[in-house]
């Protein structure tokens, strides 16, 4: 865990040393300049200089031509007089015959040298704030600091720092005690300017830039009266200083540009900012994100003090997590604790649970976070405030442009514009995958403004919406891994283009907490129909992706929506598939036994007779699991038998492969072994009527199988090689599940009966991740120890 600075340890940074190592001696000079190259104009002595040479005149016959003195002369072209008088600038440039554009240069130079030659800062202008004492956290964020000072740059390009990140993350917290840090290395001052940018009236870059020379020491009356006058002056006053400029909570581009320092090999700035800048070239930026946990803690126990000892690290801990990371939640709640040592950290954390009121919570004196937020969210334009407060009714963690444009009930192509708005002022944070998500505390604040600006009836109206899309996209893609459905033929105009399975299974994954949550919502206003059809899209799907952990809840949804719709049928095909839920490790044997006797009970009033067989099909399997072999083999073929008879070959499948298990279960490997040859073949049979993709995803569980029969025959070679091919080809399915997790635990002991040590150990490495992957962390401890046992 990185360790936060205490304030007495300040980061003592080294001048003419990096943070890459000390700079090279021919470079001593421009180390002490900040390992820059020198960049900077020619001055007044070398222009000077120059000229006299050109015209192949001595200092002694310069001055006799200008009247002024060879050692006036001497001292200028040494640097040591920098701003002499315009009559003796423009007696030399009389001496030199120099042309308007020279004669103009001349000037304006001394004129500069003047300014610096009495530069003074005035005490209290843009002077840097105070640190705040338990400051903690953001090791790396000053390391990039630190690197910021001797950082190079191109000629005539200042060195700027740029950090973003959204309301409450401590921009200004962290600028002011990183620029306190690097202080010593900056002689000729810190500066440091409010620009306001969150306000309705941001400070106009020419009253900064007012400030900013003022405290260059330049009086009133010399100050220009033109913006872009008074930028120039500023980068010329500040391109031969060591000065640190930090231009605090900046609004845009056009704002900061004339505050940045001129080009030299000293001077830096820093620029905080809610909004991305986008437009700002050559910047180095850093993104300041929430503290992790550990970081969270030790900020809010250093703001508690002793108190933090009588309180319960794990309310604590929860006060933390219930901060999301934000610097200012935690030093709210942080200083409300410490302002009333009556109050306990856990009730504090119990009020924080629940969201109705959470925000309300995060209040402390001047201090409160729905101001902060508040903030951004003045910023936006209406249509983005709207499509802001609306995104809260969205019930899972991101989402994406599709559905941002069906809660704002706009285009797509407006949907993109005001994102990219929302997240340029940190209101939402996005990804590389095209995904948006809230901060938790953000989120509560959107919600807060959709309970305040929208009617009762807008509300409920755009949840709807949202809850319909939802439900029916979700079953539109599960539709691609039914056979009888596939690709859609006609899909309803409003929904994203799915254009493969490979897509649909992409979005039913991404998701998944907001169709599920969908459900839910569409559950509790008694939509029905719309629950029990995406339940029931799910049912080839949920083969792809065994081990999530929705599919209890979305057939337990669907089970009790095809009740409420008096469907009994359907509430057997939702409760078998409940069975199938809690066959998949960890197993429950006596769950799917009770789920498939509850759903033979409602198949057989339904007269429903697939169901009737699948529940036979699933209590077998329970029966198996359980040990009760012959009662399982019973089920098992009854089941057998109705699908043969219905002309169901992919489900007759699935029993035959029961009834081996079973055998194999019973020590019985040669008549299972017979049995699972004779499944292969039937799969493998193009003219069986199985299903090609069921077939494809039958074909390795038969293998396994088959692998398992002929080790415990003694076959270890054909084992081998048969579970070598199973795995092959769940490979090329791309499928991580526990039959490929059994399968190379299996093979891996095989090989090591070999003594094929090598193959075995790398064996059950894959298994100990493939277990690890689904859940199995047991299974995966044990594959790992195998893995990496002495010989």
């Known amino acids: 865990m990185s360790r936060y600075h205490q304030p007495d340890r300040p980061i003592r940074l080294m001048v003419g040393i990096s943070a890459r190592g000390a700079c090279p001696p021919a470079r001593i000079f421009a180390a002490e300049r900040g390992c820059g190259p020198i960049t900077e104009r020619?001055?007044?002595?070398?222009?000077l200089r120059?000229?006299?040479?050109?015209?192949?005149?001595?200092?002694?016959?310069l001055a006799e031509a200008s009247g002024v003195s060879a050692r006036t002369l001497s001292d200028m072209e040494r640097g040591r007089s920098r701003g002499p008088q315009h009559r003796t600038v423009t007696a030399l440039a009389d001496a030199l015959a120099l042309d308007e554009g020279a004669r103009r240069q001349l000037v304006e130079l001394a004129r500069e040298g003047r300014l610096r030659d009495h530069w003074t800062r005035p005490s209290g202008l843009c002077e840097l704030p105070r640190a705040v004492g338990d400051f903690t956290g953001r090791t790396a964020e000053l390391i990039w600091m630190s690197e910021l000072v001797y950082a190079e740059s191109a000629p005539g390009v200042g060195v700027v720092g740029l950090v973003t990140g959204s309301a409450g993350l401590g921009k200004t917290s962290f600028a002011v005690r990183a620029a306190h840090s690097v202080r010593p290395s900056f002689p000729d001052g810190v500066l440091f300017i409010d620009l306001f940018g969150m306000s309705q009236r941001p400070l106009a870059a020419g009253d900064a830039l007012r400030s900013l020379l003022r405290a260059l020491g330049v009086a009133d009356q010399r100050i220009p009266g033109d913006t872009q006058e008074r930028a120039s002056l500023y980068r010329s006053l500040s391109r031969d200083k060591r000065v640190l400029v930090v231009l605090d909570n900046a609004a845009s581009e056009e704002q900061v540009r004339p505050l940045l320092p001129g080009g030299g090999?000293?001077?830096?700035?820093?620029?905080?900012?809610?909004?991305?800048?986008?437009?700002?070239?050559?910047?180095?930026?850093?993104?300041?994100?929430?503290?992790?946990?550990?970081?969270?803690?030790?900020l809010l126990t250093g703001i508690l003090g002793e108190r933090s000892a009588s309180d319960e690290e794990s309310a604590l801990t929860r006060l933390a997590e219930l901060c999301g990371g934000l610097p200012l939640a935690l030093r709210i709640i942080g200083n409300r604790l410490a302002g009333r040592p009556e109050w306990d950290a856990a009730e504090l954390a119990a009020r924080l649970a629940d969201e109705e009121s959470r925000l309300d919570q995060f209040k402390a004196g001047d201090l409160k976070i729905a101001n902060a937020f508040g903030m951004s969210y003045e910023q936006l334009a209406d249509p983005a405030r709207r499509l802001f407060r609306r995104l809260a009714v969205i019930p899972g963690?991101?989402?994406?442009?599709?559905?941002?444009?069906?809660?704002?009930?706009?285009?797509?192509?407006?949907?993109?514009?005001?994102?990219?708005?929302?997240?340029?002022?940190?209101?939402?944070?996005?990804?590389?995958?095209?995904?948006?998500?809230?901060?938790?505390?953000?989120?509560?604040?959107?919600?807060?403004?959709?309970?305040?600006?929208?009617?009762?009836?807008?509300?409920?109206?755009?949840?709807?919406?949202?809850?319909?899309?939802?439900?029916?996209?979700?079953?539109m893609a599960g539709r691609w891994f039914e056979p009888r459905y596939g690709r859609p033929d006609r899909r309803d105009p409003d929904l994203?283009?799915?254009?493969?399975?490979?897509?649909?299974?992409?979005?039913?994954?991404?998701?998944?907490?907001?169709?599920?949550?969908?459900?839910r919502s569409a559950a509790s206003d008694g939509r029905h129909a719309l629950v029990l059809d995406c339940a029931e899209s799910m049912h080839w799907f949920s083969d792809r992706w065994l081990h999530s952990p929705h599919w209890g809840e979305v057939f337990t949804r669907g089970a009790a929506a095809a009740a409420a719709l008096g469907d009994l049928e359907q509430q057997a095909t939702q409760l078998n598939y409940l069975a199938w839920v809690h066959s998949v490790p960890p197993r429950h044997p006596q769950t799917?036994?009770?789920?498939?006797?509850?759903?033979?009970?409602?198949?057989?009033?339904?007269?429903?007779?697939?169901?009737?067989?699948?529940?036979?099909?699933?209590?077998?399997?329970?029966?198996?699991?359980?040990?009760?072999?012959?009662?399982a083999i019973a089920s098992a073929s009854r089941a057998a038998e109705m699908f043969r008879t219905m002309g169901d070959t992919d489900s007759y499948v699935q029993s035959l492969t029961n009834i081996g298990n079973c055998l194999r279960d019973q020590g019985r490997y040669e008549e299972a072994l017979r049995q699972l040859l004779q499944l292969r073949a039937?799969?493998?049979?193009?003219?069986?009527?199985?299903?090609?993709?069921?077939?494809?995803?039958?074909r390795p569980v038969a293998l396994i199988r088959?692998?398992?029969?002929?080790?415990?025959?003694?076959?270890?070679?054909?084992?081998?090689?048969?579970?070598?091919?199973?795995?092959?080809?769940?490979?090329?399915?791309?499928?991580?599940?526990?039959?490929?997790?059994?399968?190379?635990?299996?093979?891996?002991?095989?090989?090591?009966?070999?003594?094929?040590?090598?193959?075995?150990?790398?064996?059950?490495a894959r298994a100990a991740q493939v277990f690890e992957s689904i859940g199995d962390t047991e299974a995966g401890s044990r594959c790992h120890a195998l893995a990496t046992a002495a010989p």
């Open 706 to 764: 088959i692998g398992e029969c002929l080790a415990h025959l003694g076959r270890r070679t054909e084992a081998i090689t048969t579970l070598g091919e199973a795995i092959g080809l769940l490979d090329e399915l791309q499928v991580a599940n526990f039959w490929l997790a059994e399968a190379l635990e299996e093979l891996a002991a095989l090989l090591a009966e070999e003594d094929r040590t090598g193959e075995s150990r790398r064996t059950y």
């Open 397 to 475: 963690r991101d989402f994406d442009a599709a559905l941002t444009a069906v809660a704002g009930g706009m285009p797509i192509e407006e949907a993109w514009d005001a994102l990219d708005d929302l997240v340029d002022l940190g209101l939402l944070q996005d990804s590389s995958a095209g995904r948006y998500r809230f901060h938790d505390l953000v989120r509560l604040f959107a919600r807060g403004r959709l309970q305040e600006e929208e009617s009762p009836a807008g509300r409920e109206a755009v949840a709807g919406t949202v809850t319909s899309w939802l439900l029916r996209m979700a079953t």
């Open 265 to 298: 090999a000293g001077s830096r700035a820093l620029i905080t900012t809610r909004r991305l800048l986008a437009g700002l070239e050559g910047v180095r930026r850093l993104v300041l994100g929430p503290l992790p946990l550990p970081e969270s803690m030790e």
């Open 496 to 519: 994203a283009v799915l254009a493969s399975a490979d897509e649909a299974e992409r979005w039913l994954r991404l998701n998944a907490d907001n169709w599920l949550g969908a459900m």
């Open 50 to 61: 120059g000229h006299r040479r050109t015209a192949r005149l001595t200092l002694e016959q």
């Open 592 to 631: 799917m036994l009770r789920y498939g006797t509850e759903a033979f009970e409602l198949a057989t009033r339904s007269n429903a007779t697939a169901q009737i067989a699948w529940s036979h099909h699933y209590s077998g399997a329970a029966l198996r699991m359980l040990g009760r072999l012959d009662e």
């Open 42 to 47: 020619p001055g007044l002595g070398e222009v």
């Open 682 to 698: 039937l799969i493998d049979d193009e003219g069986s009527g199985m299903t090609p993709n069921i077939a494809a995803h039958s």
